[in-house]
């Protein structure tokens, strides 16, 4: 079983709709969770970090729900330029494996005019 | 300000070859992180270091690659024999030692084609 199942998507929206995205992670003891967005060819970049009471910045909306292991993206009015794939990140605290990240496939998103 | 910095960006070899990557992390940053992506699926982790010290390697990271971390500031990884099946994009990451909610930042990476 992978770490984070993600839905891979493709999502396909108009501009200024609200898409949502799920991830969920296997292991209970993970304590940092992060959403990245990572455009064609390009190297991941941190969106937001995701914090247990939920987190807002502009636009995107995260929440976490430790007790079903499940992470959400909300991005509200779309614009073009959210264009991208969005990976579901789970840091994994058990010991000897502290600092790594594990990694969903990402949920492709196109956002049309 | 300079990110992480990875060399080359494209590297085209021939199966059976040596290659060298090379990563530069941001210069306060003690972790360093290496990463392999191939098409549609998310990074997977190969192995890191904090400071010299190589930490953790991962199943992926077969005989035939090694990472160095010399002075605890760039690193290189390297993968013999190349095969095939190593053709990806091997992404560095550093990030500051903040306990659990350490933030990594990634280089551009390097695209490598095993011919």
């Known amino acids: 079983r992978k770490e984070v199942e993600q839905d891979p998507g493709p999502f396909n929206v108009p501009e200024g709709a609200t898409v949502a995205f799920n991830c969920t992670y296997s292991?209970?003891?993970?304590?940092?969770f992060f959403w990245y967005r990572q455009d064609c060819r390009k190297e991941p970049k941190l969106l937001m970090s995701?914090?247990?009471s939920g987190n807002e910045d502009g636009r995107f909306t995260a929440q976490l729900n430790r007790a079903s292991q499940y992470i959400s993206l909300l991005i509200r009015d779309s614009k073009l330029s959210d264009s991208a794939t969005y990976l579901c990140?789970?840091?994994?605290?058990?010991?000897?494996?502290?600092?790594?990240?594990?990694f969903g496939r990402g949920t492709q998103l196109t956002v049309w005019p | 300000d300079t990110g992480v910095s990875q060399n080359p960006r494209h590297k085209i070899t021939k199966r059976g070859q040596n290659v060298t990557f090379r990563c530069d992390p941001i210069?306060?940053?003690?972790?360093l992180y290496w990463y392999r992506q191939t098409l549609g699926q998310g990074p997977e982790f190969l192995t890191y270091?904090?400071?010299?010290?190589?930490?953790?390697k991962s199943r992926l990271l077969s005989d035939r690659f090694s990472a160095e971390r010399p002075k605890g500031s760039f690193s290189t990884l390297e993968i013999q024999r190349t095969e095939q099946g190593d053709s990806a994009m091997y992404l560095c990451?550093?990030?500051?030692?903040?306990?659990?909610?350490?933030?990594?930042?990634f280089g551009a990476g390097t695209r490598l084609s095993v011919l």
């Open positions: 990451a550093s990030s500051l030692d903040r306990g659990a909610r350490n933030i990594q930042y």
């Open positions: 292991n209970s003891a993970s304590q940092s």
């Open positions: 995701v914090y247990s």
């Open positions: 990140v789970v840091n994994s605290d058990r010991g000897s494996t502290l600092g790594r990240l594990y």
């Open positions: 210069s306060e940053h003690n972790r």
């Open positions: 270091f904090q400071n010299e010290a190589q930490l953790e």
